[in-house]
């Protein structure tokens, strides 16, 4: 009879020890599994870092200058439109245009934003967002009709070329559109191109195709976005902007804390000013949005603002973010 009773007691133990090593065994795989996954997305935003050309970005900058200013209604701006639909039908699983009209006090605007959307690729790994998430990335690719911030008077009613205002956040996102072809993001991405940003006198007649897009968001909603404006000047510096912060100071905490992370110096972990743009109108209905922008050029709306002022390696530092944000989330 004690025999029996040892038999059993050795029994038990020897199953009780087996299932507990079995529940280890499963959690190391598991934790096993959810790091090699981890990696595989990380090393993912690697390889798409790699494919982002600086030089290309900044040939895409120079092109929309061979346009010339690129204000609304302008033949520069019809043919800047048509180079920037054709380009990005060459990326994305669909390009759009966003046609609205806008009555200004002496002529009405016909505009476009100009939409792509990316759908994701097969994550190593479900969850955190990957499978269902949209990610904006934004910028304007329209261009100021004036130069009033001109040092000389005779300037103030020229049209700018626009080489920083416009055209280099422009430039970093079709070169990203090519890193997204060839390497599919986990989440899917919107890029909008937002017309009518630097057109009034006033900002009663500014930012008008992002106003616009936030009012007829339907299917381009997106969870959280980010706005490139000024990001190619040579003597890069990216302070928070304040509205950004003050809409949503985690998430804009989070995106410069990974600047620094990947040692991205211009992203300088201080308040700068509160900059009314193309970010305000969507975080007025409710999305998450980042504005990165150096405003200290000291080339903004003058005619000076050139490609000689702008940087290949200034677009690089911010397709750098961008592209971890994409790949490895927030």
């Known amino acids: 009879m004690k025999k029996r009773r040892l038999v059993s007691v050795l029994i038990i133990l020897f199953c009780s020890v087996f299932s507990i090593a079995c529940k280890v065994a499963d959690s190391e795989n598991r934790n096993a599994e959810v790091k090699n996954a981890t990696d595989a997305i990380s090393a993912t935003a690697r390889q798409a870092n790699v494919i982002?050309?600086?030089?290309?970005?900044?040939?895409?900058?120079?092109?929309?200058?061979?346009?010339?200013?690129?204000?609304?209604?302008?033949?520069?701006h019809t043919e800047t439109q048509n180079y920037l639909f054709k380009e990005l039908q060459k990326y994305a699983d669909n390009v759009v245009l966003q046609p609205h009209t806008y009555k200004a006090e002496t002529e009405i605007l016909h505009l476009n934003n100009i939409l792509a959307e990316f759908g994701p690729g097969t994550p190593p790994v479900t969850g955190n967002g990957q499978n269902g998430e949209t990610i904006l990335l934004a910028a304007h690719w329209d261009t100021r009709p004036f130069a009033d911030h001109d040092p000389k008077p005779e300037n103030q009613d020229k049209p700018i070329l626009g080489a920083n205002d416009g055209a280099s956040g422009v430039a970093v996102l079709l070169e990203i559109a090519r890193v997204l072809k060839e390497q599919p993001p986990p989440r899917r991405v919107v890029i909008a191109l937002f017309d009518g940003e630097d057109y009034g006198r006033s900002i009663n007649d500014m930012f008008i195709g992002s106003r616009f897009f936030a009012q007829n968001l339907g299917k381009w909603k997106p969870d959280y976005g980010i706005l490139l404006d000024m990001v190619g000047d040579k003597d890069l510096a990216l302070p928070i902007e304040r509205y950004s912060w003050e809409a949503n100071p985690a998430f804009t905490e989070a995106i410069w804390n990974r600047a620094i992370t990947l040692g991205l110096a211009p992203f300088q972990q201080r308040l700068g000013q509160a900059i009314m743009d193309d970010h305000v109108p969507l975080i007025k209905v409710g999305i998450p949005m980042v504005n990165i922008i150096d405003f200290t050029y000291p080339y903004w709306h003058t005619i000076e603002d050139t490609v000689d002022k702008c940087s290949p390696k200034s677009l690089e530092v911010v397709a750098t973010l961008v592209i971890s944000i994409v790949y490895d989330g927030l």
């Open 52 to 76: 982002f050309n600086a030089q290309r970005a900044f040939t895409i900058l120079e092109k929309q200058c061979e346009f010339g200013p690129r204000p609304p209604g302008s033949k520069a």
